[in-house]
C-alpha cells in the first residue's frame, strides 16, 4: 500500500467541486487552510493514499499523489516556455524513449521535458540536457528534485553552438531552442543511425528554416505535427466541449538519422 511520505508532492481533492489543492510537503507544514476549513497537515505522513481527511468544519478531501502531469502543470515553477503535457506525451512515443535509453535534449528551461523523458528512462536510462543559462539549470533540477527525478538527468551548461559531447550516443534527441536548424549537424552527430531526432518551435517560419536545414542532411521519414487537445465537460446531463481551448503551443517536426552516403 502507498503512504504518505513527509517529502511528497500531496493532492488534496474536493470530491464535491473538484477543486484540488497542490502540497510540498517538505515546504508546507502545519495547518493548511481550505476553503472548507483547516486540515492538520502532520496527520497525513503515513496516511495511505487514497483516504479521505477532513477539515475542522467536518469537510471531506481525497489524498492523492501529485501525478508527474499535474505536477508540470499545476506546480513546477516556470522560468520559461514549457513543453507541455499533450505534446511531451507524443514525442516521448514518436522517439521511441525507452527504459535504459539515452536522451539528449537542448535547453532545460524550467525541466517539464526532462521530467518526462527522466521518467521514461527509468532507473537504467539518463538524460542529458545542455543548457546556456545557469539560472534556468538551478530552477529546473530544483523542479526535477521536487519529484525524484533529478538522479536520472546530467545537465551541461553550455551553448549548443559549441557542439554536443562525442562520446554520447543518443537513443534520442530533442531541440527546444530557438533557432533549431543552427545545431541539426551537431544533432546528426550525437545521434544513433535509425534513431529518432525531435523539434519544437512555436512559430511557422521557424518549421520552414528547419526543413531547409534537415534536407541538407542524412535524415528521413521527416514530419511535421501540431497535438490539438479538446477538453469536454463531464456532466453527464449536459455532455459538451470546454469554452476554452488553448489554439496553439507549438510546432513539433520529427526526422530518423541514416548514415552518411546510404541516400545518395
Ligand atoms: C523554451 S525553453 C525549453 C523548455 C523546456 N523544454 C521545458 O519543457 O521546460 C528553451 C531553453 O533553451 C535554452 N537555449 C536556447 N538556445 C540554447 C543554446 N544554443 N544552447 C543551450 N541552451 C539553449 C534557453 O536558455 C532555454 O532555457
Not at 562525442?166 to 527546444?176: G, K, N
Not at 453527464?236 to 517536426?253: K, N, Q, S
Request: with cysteine; hydrophobic share 40%.
Amino acid at each position: 500500500m502507498e503512504t504518505v511520505k513527509e517529502t511528497d508532492t500531496i493532492v488534496l481533492l474536493d470530491p464535491e467541486k473538484g477543486k484540488k489543492y497542490f502540497l510540498n510537503l517538505s515546504l508546507t507544514k502545519g495547518k493548511f487552510n481550505t476553503e472548507k476549513g483547516e486540515i492538520d497537515l502532520s496527520q497525513l505522513v503515513g496516511m495511505p493514499y487514497g483516504s479521505v481527511v477532513k477539515t475542522h468544519k467536518g469537510h471531506p478531501y481525497v489524498l492523492l499523489p501529485c501525478s508527474l502531469y499535474e505536477y508540470i502543470m499545476f506546480k513546477l515553477n516556470r522560468l520559461t516556455q514549457i513543453v507541455y503535457p499533450k505534446d511531451a506525451a507524443y514525442i516521448l512515443l514518436r522517439l521511441d524513449v525507452k527504459p535504459g535509453d539515452l536522451v539528449v535534449e537542448s535547453g532545460i528551461g524550467s525541466g517539464a521535458l526532462t521530467a518526462v523523458f527522466a521518467q521514461a528512462v527509468g532507473d537504467t536510462g539518463k538524460v542529458i540536457s545542455y543548457e546556456k543559462r545557469e539560472e534556468f539549470i538551478k530552477n529546473a533540477l530544483s523542479n526535477l528534485r521536487r519529484v525524484g527525478l533529478d538522479s536520472r538527468v546530467e545537465v551541461k551548461h553550455r551553448d549548443i553552438s559549441e557542439g554536443f559531447d562525442e562520446e554520447e550516443e543518443a537513443d534520442a534527441l530533442f531541440l527546444d531552442v530557438r533557432e533549431p536548424w543552427l545545431y541539426l549537424e551537431s544533432a546528426y552527430s550525437a545521434l544513433k543511425p535509425g534513431r529518432f531526432m525531435g523539434i519544437l518551435v512555436p512559430t511557422a517560419n521557424q518549421v520552414i528554416e528547419t526543413l531547409k536545414g534537415l534536407e541538407k542532411l542524412p535524415f528521413i521519414d521527416l514530419e511535421v505535427s501540431e497535438i490539438l487537445l479538446r477538453k469536454y465537460k463531464t456532466v453527464p446531463e449536459r455532455f459538451r466541449p470546454e469554452d476554452r481551448m488553448p489554439a496553439h503551443t507549438a510546432y513539433l517536426i520529427f526526422a530518423r538519422k541514416v548514415p552518411e552516403g546510404v541516400l545518395s
